[in-house]
């Protein structure tokens, strides 16, 4: 694999990953914030056994998209960008990738401490990771909040981007993620 | 003939008599006893226990027509390990203990069955009243003591258990398994 050229898209698996797991992100956010807002009681319960069930399953789409990504390489960066562009492109997406893994788990050990089991769509229930523990929920709590805006920020910041080398720098960063585009090279 | 009946009557008259005499009286042991119940919520099992209970029991394998099992419930005890779904469980939309401090179950016929026990009683729950049959073993122990364990089934909304929202069993399910474990001692 070395000796082969970088691709110059993002292959089907790849755009189906980044898409099919931005795509439950947005619902995550849509359910857990709401959900966060609403006094305790069966309505709550009704939105927080979703949010967990979309959680579980980007947490499986992420060990998934993982693996993938070790062996599979992404394409280039496009030439223009400075040392310090290509360093923040690096670290929003390695950030990425560690946030696909701790929100799912942080929200998972936090059900596992308030003795509330995650079931996947009343298919099956995951184990509890601990037992209850009071202080653990509210620590892992505010964690899973903050991360939440975190990760906010972080997906801001990398929609402006994607937008600002379509729009700005007129490079494919944007459209080599797009299906059904083709991505010429342009300047 | 007519002397032949008495005496079928005074026979059956005396073998009741001699299975009252037959049973043994237990209570239960606070600290050792437990009762537990399983519910679905959200699609996942939760467990909660009652720490305050008291069972009467008077039993004897061989004279189940005088065998009965009496058990207080203080609603107020209990714990399923979060303190939320506590307060909420013993809100007035579930077991409203303020009005309902109590349950209670008695049982109203006993039968041996190839695993064990079987019996069918009045559990009354949340103001309501209805027959709720359990399964059980009986295992007699040291010293005059015995355990009585066993389980049921019930579904909460025939108690009126789960008002408003929590009529609904989307998020919390109507089938509610009991699992008891009775640690009896022989009454003084």
Known sequence: MPNQSPPTRYSAVAQGFHWLIAALIVVQFTLGWTAGNLPIGAR??????????????????????LLWRLFHRPPELPAGMTAIERQLARATHVLFY?????????????????????????????????GPNERAFDVLRTTHDTLSWLLFALASLHILAALKHHFWHKDDVLKRMLPFTKSEKRS | MRNIYLAGTAAVLLGAAAAVAAVASYTSDAQQSRLEFVGLQAGAEFKGVFHKFTANVDFAPDALASSRIDVQIDMNSVDSMDKDRD??????????VAHNPTAHYLTKSITKTAAGF??????TLRGVTKDIPIEFQFVPGAAGAAKLSGSAKLNRLDFGVGQGDWKSTDTVGDAVKINFSLVLKPKG
Request: hydrophobic share 60%; aromatic share 14%; glycine share 6%.
């Open chain 1, 44 to 65: 709550k319960l009704a939105r927080l056994d979703w949010h967990k069930s979309f959680g579980m399953t980007i947490l499986m789409l992420a060990v998934l998209r």
């Open chain 1, 98 to 130: 560690v946030l696909l893994f701790v929100m799912p788990l942080t929200g998972w050990v936090m059900s596992s401490a308030k003795n509330f089991s995650v079931s996947w769509f009343h298919q099956f229930t995951w184990p509890n990771l601990i």
């Open chain 2, 87 to 96: 307060a909420t469980i013993r809100g007035k939309d579930v077991f409203d």
């Open chain 2, 118 to 123: 079987a019996a069918v009683g009045a559990l």
